[in-house]
């Protein structure tokens, strides 16, 4: 009783904080959305559609600090302190690097990127401005998902949530000033709220960094890059060649998932401005359930992960089975209570009606599969992962989302030529065919490595 307590609370002390963390972070989408909103359809359109390519590195990002976590965890597990601080730095590198790399395709040619979503001049022309100014987020966003992958690990997951908090209120403070024109700031529209959240992503790096620093100290832990003899050389290589096995399959899982989803958009965005509208007024509200539960898929990665490091296998096993129960109790909650207030939150939005109810029906399609997503993030997303076997997830969101997901939007939306909502609903069924074969996946307990 006493050790399923304890289960309980460590699960608690990490999925809280994440949690909260990740609706905070989800919070700068929405307040961008809600006040954007009020600008009607086409700025909805412009700042969904930039998002949704800035989206690409935010998921690849998201792999390369999914795989510092898998990596640091497990040998925490093991109390390997050396090979915990090369896992650090070595994700840090990385993630700096592909920031750099997407600041510059994003700066350079915003039109022509843009131009690959949507027809309609105007909402390419908003679009574009937000994507350049956006991009500068990339870099703070970079060292703050290692830093903060780094201090969930070590079970300090509250310290970046003060981060969020304080980010969150600047941004939505700046928000105001810049979209609407207050104070005596021009009014600038979608570049206002794009040079808010470039603002609040980087003073919330500065924070976690002092956090993370000021939390080191105190725990005597020393992070250090220093030249290896042989036997530490040899050592790094094979964690080298280990690291590659973990991250190639993330990168081209992520990638190839969020290529997946800029497909899907392209189809919204060809159904017509206001259909694209409609599925951009949902994003916030899908991004806000999903990050409710994000923080169970977080715990899942750090606990499963560390109990194998430390080679026991049973509880990883039983504590797997547990952590996907919680998140499918919670997903079904939110979901009806989605449905009943889908109607109040459309009325938010300065649109047309038609609109909004499109949004209505979008939302009543995501609420029906959304306790599926979230298994698939807990389950694939953070269990089975945190063995090392990211081959096993890449393929089976390579089938989910190119051999079902994507023939189905296509046929959907310029075949069948089917309402957004219907698109939306079919090519979403590809969750519950990755939903079943990564159970099977997870009964077979092929995934239970040890680093």
């Known amino acids: 009783m006493k050790t399923q307590e304890k289960f309980r609370q460590t699960v608690f002390k990490i999925a809280f904080p994440v949690t909260l963390q990740s609706l905070l972070q989800s919070s700068f989408s929405v307040i961008d959305q809600v006040m954007i ?27 390369v600090a999914s795989t510092a976590g898998i990596m640091i965890a497990q040998y925490m597990g093991a109390e390997d302190d050396k090979a915990v601080s090369r896992s650090f730095f070595t994700n840090l590198a990385l993630s700096l690097g592909l920031a750099a790399v997407f600041l510059v395709l994003c700066m350079a040619f915003p039109e022509a990127i843009m131009g690959i979503y949507t027809k309609d001049g105007g909402t390419k022309e908003l679009a574009a401005e937000y994507l350049r100014i956006f991009a500068v987020s990339f870099l703070p966003m970079a060292v703050s998902s290692i830093v903060t992958t780094m201090l969930r690990c070590m079970e300090a997951a509250s310290l970046p949530l ?67 003899k042989e036997r530490e050389r040899l050592e790094a290589e ?5 690291y590659l096995g973990i991250l190639c399959p993330m990168l081209a899982c992520e990638f190839l998932w969020s290529l997946g989803e800029n497909i899907y958009t392209v189809v919204y965005g060809n ?59 919670g997903s079904v909650l939110l979901s009806v209570l989605l449905i009943l207030t889908s109607s109040v939150y459309v009325k938010i939005y300065n649109v047309e009606p038609w ?25 694939g997303g953070g269990i089975i992962r945190s063995g090392g076997k990211t081959k096993y997830i890449m393929w089976i969101d390579f089938i ?5 997901g994507v023939p189905l939007a296509l046929l ?40």
Request: charged content about 10%; some cysteine; overall charge positive.
């Open 37 to 63: 909103g009020q600008l009607g359809s086409g700025s909805i359109a412009g700042i969904g559609l930039g998002g949704k390519f800035a989206s690409i590195y935010s998921v690849v990002l998201a792999a």
């Open 162 to 228: 003060f981060a969020s908090i304080f980010a969150l209120l600047m941004n939505t403070g700046l928000n105001y000033l810049l979209i609407f024109g207050k104070w005596f700031f021009p009014a600038m529209g979608v570049k206002g709220a794009a040079l808010a959240t470039v603002a609040a992503q980087t003073v919330s790096c500065g924070m976690i960094l002092l956090f993370f620093g000021s939390y080191i100290r105190r725990r005597k832990m020393k992070l250090v890059l220093r030249g290896h």
């Open 238 to 242: 094979s964690a080298g060649k280990q």
């Open 271 to 329: 159904l017509g401005t206001d259909a694209c509208a409609a599925m951009t007024m949902t994003i916030p509200v899908q991004t806000l359930v999903i990050g409710a539960l994000s923080g169970l898929s977080q715990a899942s990665g750090i606990l499963i992960g560390k109990s194998l490091g430390g080679q026991n296998y049973g509880k990883a096993y039983s504590e797997s089975k547990k952590l996907m129960k919680y998140g499918f109790l």
């Open 355 to 379: 609109v909004q109810e499109t949004t209505r029906q979008i939302l009543f399609a995501f609420a029906v599969i959304s306790p599926v997503k979230v298994q698939n993030m807990i389950l």
């Open 400 to 404: 989910g989302t190119w051999l079902f």
């Open 412 to 451: 959907s939306g310029f075949v069948w030529k089917l309402p957004i909502a219907w698109v939306y609903f079919i090519l979403s069924l590809e969750e519950c065919v990755r939903f079943c074969i990564t159970l099977v996946v997870f009964r077979k307990k092929s995934w239970m490595k040890t680093l």
